[in-house]
T-cell receptor, first 111, second 111 residues
């Protein structure tokens, strides 16, 4: 069974730009969650989608948004990028309440 | 607000040693506790525990949950250099799949 895939793997953007990251979950998994990982803050929850509906949201500003499609694939968007948005963005999928499996992540660098 | 505290934050041992990593938590509506291993990439799933007192085991790794005292331990016996990694503890609530992570324990196993 293929694992969670994320594209792109690496991204360099300039302050003020916007970015869209993509996540394809494991086949059959309907829950997709997004996390931001930085050396200072560790792993922080962004949001969770289940069956195209946002089920939970973390404490991030409105510049961070996401969506899920009918095939469970998910995208997250960050608008008006700031230097502090530089991080590893991880996507995780699960069969609802079961264990979550992480993708390889997208390393975003904002200059 | 949910809280997960791991100890120690850092540990250096020699190959063959046995280590015990600790995780305590405060969660409003606890559902499960998960352990992940993170090397220089995305976290990989180790265990999910939902019931108190039942040990989960996989090779040299084992984990147990105490829901009364709100903690879990991860044991690694006969450590190998390949066990060097950050070990992350996370909890979920009944409201969804959101993971709240601890800071992690950086384990270094020297030959």
């Amino acid at each position: 069974k293929a694992g969670v895939t994320q594209t792109p793997r690496y991204l360099i953007k300039t302050r003020g730009q916007q970015v869209t990251l993509s996540c394809s979950p494991i086949s059959g998994h309907r829950s997709v969650s997004w996390y931001q990982q930085t050396p200072g803050q560790g792993l922080q929850f962004l949001f969770e989608y289940f069956s195209e509906t946002q089920r939970n949201k973390g404490n991030f500003p409105g510049r961070f948004s996401g969506r899920q499609f009918s095939n469970s694939r998910s995208e997250m968007n960050v608008s008006t990028l700031e230097l502090g948005d530089s991080a590893l963005y991880l996507c995780a999928s699960s069969r609802d309440i079961y264990e979550q499996y992480f993708g390889p992540g997208t390393r975003l660098t904002v200059t | 607000e949910d809280k997960v505290v791991q100890s120690p934050l850092s540990l250096v041992v020699h190959e063959g040693d046995t280590v015990t990593l600790n995780c305590s938590y405060e969660v409003t509506n606890f559902r499960s506790l998960l352990w992940y291993k993170q090397e220089k990439k995305a976290p990989t799933f180790l265990f999910m525990l939902t019931s108190s007192g039942i040990e989960k085991k996989s090779g040299r790794l084992s984990s147990i949950l105490d829901k009364k005292e709100l903690f879990s331990i991860l044991n690694i016996t006969a450590t190998q250099t390949g066990d060097s990694a950050v070990y992350l503890c996370a909890v979920t609530e009944t409201s969804g799949s959101r993971l709240t992570f601890g800071e992690g324990t950086q384990l270094t196993v020297n030959p």
